[in-house]
């Protein structure tokens, strides 16, 4: 997948043109690694694209559509084929944009390397359980236009984005029908399932698996700011029934990687919340900057790495070039047994841990 080597200055962002990033390039067996979600091949890590479309959190501009499409050719460029969004995904009206983004910066890769360059990139879409989904049609309905704003004939992995279970458990019964009826129709060759705790997570495995349908993925937020008993559970949970977690966050929204401080913050919601919990966290930066130092690598790298390590699929978010050839770095060597336990030792020691996704249910 060698894209063509055009000219690319500062303010020149050609989207196939970076031919100064060569030297991310990973080796060619770190190409072909792959994990199996039920009968997808992925990459060991993913990319999450939440910050595509999303101005209020993260300052998305339309400007910035250019430099999405090199982050997202250097990805697959690098091995990395997993891509994870949601059809809420985007502010006002702009909602959907990331799943638009993707079908566009899809078919913008095909054009420039011709047909079926495209085969091996799996989209991992989530539904959200608006109230006003109440029945599977309706369901299934959200799948075919997601399909629609991204222009692909089968999503990779259909996922209900949260459960309802908690405030309306009559609607609970339908998404999942909704679940079964997308997979039965082709329109997703996988399902999955985002913000299921333990006791949700066992009831719908076991509901799909009546219908003839595999669960094959369970997404929660998890890193070593949430390694809390829910997610220590749904892990465990997850290895006995072959199921594959998937770790969102596994940043903590950008607090592990170092790169902010009680006194600098980063603007908007996200500022609010770190000046909560950063002043908590010195044992376990300490960690992560001292094996970084010794591995000559970065924190956000140790602390993704810390998720590969957990068999999981971190799904860091990327917005631009600098994340990306940084998240990169994540890939291709392990922590040992011992740096495993230092960081979550230094974890544990950390009085402040994320705050939990309010859907998230038992």
């Known amino acids: 997948m060698a894209l063509s080597a055009l000219s690319l200055g500062p303010s020149n962002l050609n989207p196939f043109s970076y031919s100064i990033f060569k030297s991310l390039k990973l080796p060619p067996f770190l190409q072909t690694q792959k994990v199996k979600i039920g009968p997808l091949s992925v990459s060991p890590m993913g990319f999450g694209t939440w910050a595509w479309g999303n101005q209020l959190l993260w300052g998305y501009q339309e400007s910035m559509d250019n430099e999405l499409q090199q982050v997202f050719n250097i990805a697959l460029e690098n091995g990395v084929n ?4 949601a059809d809420s995904y985007g502010t006002g009206s702009l909602n959907g944009q990331s799943e638009k983004l993707l079908g566009r ?3 913008n890769f095909q054009e420039q390397k011709g047909s079926g360059s495209d085969s091996d990139i799996v989209i991992a879409t989530k539904f959200a359980a608006y109230p006003w989904r109440l029945t599977p049609g309706q369901f299934v309905n959200a799948c075919r236009a997601s399909l629609e704003r991204m222009q692909i004939e089968q999503i990779g992995i259909g996922q209900l984005h949260w459960s309802t279970a908690n405030y309306a458990p009559f609607q609970e019964l339908a ?3 909704g679940l079964v009826t997308m997979y039965d129709k082709g329109l997703v060759k996988a399902v999955g399932v985002s913000n299921y705790g333990p006791k949700q997570l066992l009831k719908i495995h ?3 698996k009546k ?3 595999p669960l094959c993925s369970a997404q929660v937020q998890f890193s070593l700011l949430s390694m809390g008993e829910d997610q220590l559970e749904i892990k465990s949970i997850c290895d006995s029934l072959g199921i594959q977690l998937i770790a969102y966050s596994p940043l903590g929204l950008g607090m592990l990687t170092g790169k902010y401080s009680p006194s600098t913050l980063p603007t ?14 010195d044992p376990l930066l300490s960690s992560l900057r001292d094996i970084a130092n010794k591995r000559r690598k970065t924190m956000s790298q140790v602390a993704i790495n810390w998720c590969i390590c957990k068999d999981t699929i971190p799904i860091p978010g990327v ?3 600098k994340q990306v050839k940084e998240n ?6 392990r922590l040992s047994s011992e740096e495993v336990l230092q960081l979550e030792y230094a974890a544990q020691e950390s009085p402040r841990k994320m705050i939990q996704n309010i859907f998230l249910t038992r």
């Not at 997993?82 to 969004?85: C, I, K, P, Y």
């Open 82 to 85: 997993l891509f994870d969004t």
């Open 268 to 281: 908007g919601p996200r500022g609010l919340l770190f000046k909560q919990i950063l002043p908590g966290l």
């Open 175 to 177: 998404l999942w029908d």
């Open 319 to 321: 917005k631009t070039i």
């Open 328 to 333: 990169l770095g994540a890939l291709g060597w």
């Open 105 to 107: 910066f899809i078919r």
């Open 211 to 213: 219908c003839g349908v």
């Open 206 to 208: 076991d509901y799909l």
